[in-house]
């Protein structure tokens, strides 16, 4: 199984400004998702990242407002960009298991005021 | 858009009780995730079921799938109060290769609270 670690766990940011959530597994992947989780609901996929392409997204999701990074097979990264108080609620970032399956990180808390 | 939707919303139960969660989705899959949520942290994966299963155990965990009411049910039998969590469904669609037989699509969740 793979140990997926995000940083920061949670944050209080300012309207406007912007927050880039770093992901990191201790073993290589190819595939990693981004998933965006409002408070009380389920989870939203926001992209799908795979190492040497652009990231995918989803419906409703742009990459002017979630620019994602990949850079090699254990990392990535998504910055929200010019927060509202719309964008709090904790991302999550995962990666490929075994069998269809995904492993998750902690994920990130994110209040914005 | 949302897949699955699970009832109840909320189960509260006594601890050794057994706790059912109902599973709906909408289009045809590949197979059927349960994984569960403690308050605040990420979500662990508990068992997969594929469209040509009808019924999966692990442990205290039962999953049945009935694709043709396109539905299925996590039951988790003598509940502890570590059992306290959120669980929630997530299908792969039918057809899905390559990344897309990645791509879990969830459900709204059951909030499980297990009295000691």
């Known amino acids: 199984s793979a140990v997926i670690s995000q940083k920061p766990s949670r944050d209080i940011c300012q309207r406007g400004t912007s927050l880039t959530i770093q992901c990191q597994v201790d073993?290589?992947?190819?595939?990693m998702f981004w998933y965006r989780q409002q408070p009380g609901q389920s989870l939203t996929l926001i992209a799908t990242a795979n190492q040497g392409s652009e990231a995918t997204y989803e419906s409703g999701f742009v990459i002017d407002k979630f620019p994602i990074s990949r850079p090699n097979l254990t990392f990535s990264t998504l910055t929200v960009s010019n927060m509202s108080p719309e964008d709090s609620s904790i991302y999550l970032c995962?990666?490929?298991?075994?069998?269809?399956?995904?492993?998750f990180g902690p994920g990130t808390r994110l209040l914005v005021l | 858009s949302q897949q699955g939707e699970e009832d109840p919303q909320a189960l509260s139960i006594q601890e050794g009780e057994n706790a059912t969660m109902n599973c709906s989705y909408k289009?045809?899959?590949?197979?059927l995730q349960w994984y569960r949520q403690n308050s605040g942290r990420g979500l662990v994966h508990l068992i997969l079921i594929r469209s040509n299963e009808r019924e999966k155990h692990s442990g205290r965990l039962r999953v049945t799938l009935d694709t043709s009411k396109k539905s299925s049910s996590l039951l988790i039998t003598a509940s502890r109060a570590a059992d306290t969590a959120s669980y929630f469904c997530?299908?792969?669609?039918?057809?899905?290769?390559?990344?897309?037989?990645?791509?879990?699509?969830f459900g709204k969740g059951t909030k499980l609270s297990v009295i000691p």
């Open positions: 995962s990666a490929e298991g075994s069998q269809e399956t995904q492993y």
């Open positions: 289009t045809s899959i590949n197979n």
């Open positions: 997530a299908t792969v669609g039918h057809g899905d290769s390559g990344a897309g037989s990645y791509q879990l699509t």
């Open positions: 073993s290589q992947v190819t595939m």
